[in-house]
Structures are given as structure tokens and as C-alpha cells.
């Protein structure tokens, strides 16, 4: 199955680049033509990048690192935080706040303050605090839940990032580049591909494009996860093989198998013969049940 195709990508506009003025030279080798005073982007290595990110993206989440999400534009917000839930990755949508990866020891503080006063709200606390009291711990906790409840349980900084635009998440980028993060980007024809590790060349403007864009990279999480669960299923049925010589309380004992009448009628038929001929070896009985309860009508 195709990671993406050419017509998903021309259907939602990612082949639009800016204004010709308005472009980065450094993006020369993205750029396909010029129509109309808009650069238009090469889709063929739009989707060669995209194949690349995808690969990535799979490796990292299935060596059990995380994804950070990061889109502030209004346009992205939207797509970012829906892609972002339905993965089970973390997100950033409103605003990316400075030393968030380079300074995340403070940023867990802000983190425990969040999750401490959601706490106090459901335990029965504010019943015990004035109007005023619970007006100011509500405006503080709004205010954390718009900036880092995408990021909540995030326990660590994460393995990978994924950023639209560039241009706007400039702290986001230089904060990765300085902790040694890879990063997957959207990079349009006015962005600086450079010390972008994984740069993805489209239009980073269009709603379309850019929920084409995210949900790629969340598809990507998606396969990682169910390759896991496959090993996990399959060294459970590993475990199954091993354990099948062990005597468990729902194995079949000896005693408990049914009793096949007439193998039994002949065996003991044999015996009395051999006792009859004087033979000294005895046998024992094939099964240890009383004749006379089994034949008791031939008695």
C-alpha cells in the first residue's frame, strides 16, 4: 500500500509554493516551475521526502521513542491536535514555549502544577476556597491546559519531531537542533531547509495539505504500534509451545479420560485365559475400575 499518491497531493493544493518574491534560494532544488508569479513544488521529491519521513517516523515510534507534533498556525491547530489523539502522541498547537525541550526539568514543574490542580478541582478542594480563590486557580489552569495539555503525560523529551512551518516554530527547530532531536518538517518555497533532517518540500499554508501531511506521519505511528502488538501476540503464542508438556489444572489427567468398554471387556477376557493356562506373570488391570459396577448385568 502506497505511502501516499500523486493525486492525494495535487487534490490538496501541496504542490503551491509563495510568491515568487517572497521564496527562500535555498529551496531552489524543491522547485519544480514558476506560474503566474508562484513557485510550484516538485511533487516527485515531495513524495520521495514524504516515503522518507514515513520510514523514519515508523523506525522511531517502534524502537519505543515518542512523537512530538508541533503546529501553531491556525491552520494547523486543528489537524495537529486530532492527528496528534488519534496516534496517542503528544502535541503542541497553541504555543511553543521557550526551553520546552532545552529547559523540560522546569517544564515538568508547569506539568505536575496542571495535573495537581485538576486534581483539587475533582477532590472536593474548592469547596473549601473562596469565589475569588477559585476563579484565580481556574484562570491558571486554563491557561496551563492551553499550552501544555498536549504535552501532559509526556514523561521525556521525545524521539522525534514533527513541525509545519518552519518559519513560525523557528525556537521549536533550534531548540531540537541543540538537543539533538531529528526533526521532520513541511518546508514551503519561503522556509530554510537547512539543519532540517528530514525536510518535506509542500505547501504549508493549505488546510487540506497540511491534514494530508499530518495524518502521514500519524499513519506512521500507527503501523509502529500494530507491528508491537503482532510481537507481542506472537511470542505469547511462543510461550503457549514451551508451556504445552506442562501439567496444568485444565490438562486432561490419566484418570479423566473416558473408558472405551469394549477394549476393556477384551483385555480383561485375555487375562482370565492367561490365568486359566497357569501363567505366573500377572498383569495389572489396564484401568483401575471395578468389573462388577461396569458388568454388573453379565454377573
Not at 208 to 229: K, P, Y
Not at 237 to 249: C, K, Q, R
Not at 263 to 270: Q, T
Amino acid at each position: 500500500m502506497a505511502v501516499v499518491t500523486m493525486k492525494s497531493l495535487l487534490e490538496s493544493g501541496v504542490h503551491f509554493g509563495h510568491q515568487v518574491k517572497r521564496w527562500d534560494p535555498r529551496m531552489k532544488k524543491y522547485i519544480f516551475a514558476e506560474r503566474n508569479g508562484i513557485h510550484i513544488i516538485d511533487l516527485q521529491k515531495t513524495i520521495q521526502a514524504i516515503k522518507d519521513a514515513y520510514e523514519v517516523v515508523r523506525k522511531t515510534v517502534a524502537s519505543g521513542k515518542t512523537v512530538l507534533f508541533v503546529g501553531t498556525k491556525k491552520q494547523a491547530q486543528q489537524a495537529i491536535q486530532k492527528e496528534a489523539e488519534r496516534c496517542g502522541m503528544f502535541h503542541v498547537n497553541n504555543r511553543w514555549l521557550g526551553g520546552m525541550l532545552t529547559n523540560f526539568v522546569t517544564i515538568k514543574k508547569s506539568l505536575l502544577r496542571l495535573k495537581k490542580l485538576e486534581k483539587m478541582e475533582v477532590d472536593g478542594t474548592f469547596e473549601n476556597l473562596t469565589k475569588k480563590e477559585i476563579s484565580s486557580l481556574g484562570k491558571e489552569r486554563a491557561k496551563l491546559q492551553k499550552n501544555l495539555g498536549g504535552i501532559k503525560e509526556m514523561k521525556d523529551i521525545p524521539g522525534i519531531l514533527f513541525i509545519i512551518d518552519t518559519r513560525k516554530e523557528a525556537i521549536a527547530v533550534a531548540e531540537a537542533q541543540r538537543m539533538g532531536i531529528p526533526i521532520v518538517a513541511v518546508v514551503d518555497t519561503n522556509c530554510n531547509p537547512d539543519g532540517i533532517n528530514y525536510p518535506i518540500p509542500g505547501n504549508d499554508d493549505a488546510i487540506r495539505a497540511i491534514t494530508l501531511f499530518t495524518q502521514i506521519v500519524a499513519n506512521a505511528v500507527v503501523e509502529a504500534d500494530n507491528e508491537a502488538g503482532l510481537k507481542i501476540i506472537e511470542t505469547l503464542g511462543e510461550e503457549d509451545e514451551d508451556m504445552a508438556g506442562v501439567m496444568t489444572d485444565a490438562s486432561v489427567r490419566e484418570e479423566d479420560k473416558e473408558i472405551d468398554i469394549a477394549k476393556y471387556a477384551e483385555g480383561e477376557a485375555k487375562a482370565g485365559e492367561d490365568a486359566v493356562k497357569g501363567e505366573d506373570a500377572e498383569e495389572e488391570d489396564p484401568l483401575p475400575v471395578d468389573v462388577d459396577k461396569v458388568y454388573g448385568e453379565d454377573a
